[in-house]
């Protein structure tokens, strides 16, 4: 066993290893693909090609878990996250006659991995996990220990194992007036969009209220 093998293995030094990703490493702001001054970074922080993360302002990562290793993770402005969230863009490949722990990032198929987007109003609760190409729409509530494994539509809450909306946060009135106060009016949700999605998430989801 080689020098480097031996290192890695030594239970000392890997401890040191992860103590410096997870506290300094990985937090160096630089290192992002964008974010923005008003971010708060809350160690421990294991962030793989943090080139990949943007996180637009007004954001906050605490004991988080980023993984984009081909693919983004976006968190648009005035969204946050509680202690616990793991988010992962990517899949395994599946090639005939190999077993997948062999098969290289270089020889996974393109487009296998999908960019995780957080529009912006969105607060996530505490231990949520987001998989790969997941959208989550503007002024969403996930809750706690939910996993989100497809787009959950504006201003729903949502919650569970996987996850579904199960309400709407707020009436079509309720939004535009929300919207109005804090958003110009080329970004607003009109009333027929907003009723467009109520009425979409209605009949696929027939419980939410």
């Known amino acids: 066993m080689g020098l480097k093998q031996k290192i890695k293995r030594n239970f000392i030094f890997r401890g040191i290893y992860y103590l410096m990703r997870d506290y300094f490493l990985d937090c160096r702001r630089s290192k992002f693909g964008y974010i923005a001054d008003d971010v708060t970074l809350i160690p421990p922080l294991r962030i793989s090609n943090p080139e990949n993360v943007f996180l637009y302002g007004d954001n906050g990562l605490r004991n988080a878990n980023i993984m984009t290793t081909n693919a983004k993770f976006i968190m648009k402005s005035h969204s946050g996250a509680a202690e616990g969230l793991r988010v992962t863009t990517g899949n395994h490949a599946m090639i005939l006659g190999r077993f997948y722990r062999t098969i290289t990032e270089a020889e996974k198929p393109k487009g296998l991995d999908k960019d995780v987007i957080v529009e912006s109003d969105v607060w996530i609760g505490r231990n949520v996990t987001i998989l790969s190409g997941v959208t989550i729409g503007r002024g969403c509530t996930i809750g706690a220990c939910s996993l989100i494994s497809k787009d959950i539509p504006p201003y729903c809450v949502a919650v569970g194992v996987p996850a579904k909306p199960v309400k709407f ?41």
């Open 169 to 209: 946060k707020w009436t079509i009135d309720e939004i535009l007036y929300h919207e109005e106060q804090l958003y110009p009016e080329e970004e607003r949700f009109t009333r027929s969009q907003l009723e467009k999605i109520f009425a979409e998430v209605k009949e696929k989801y027939p419980k939410v209220k």
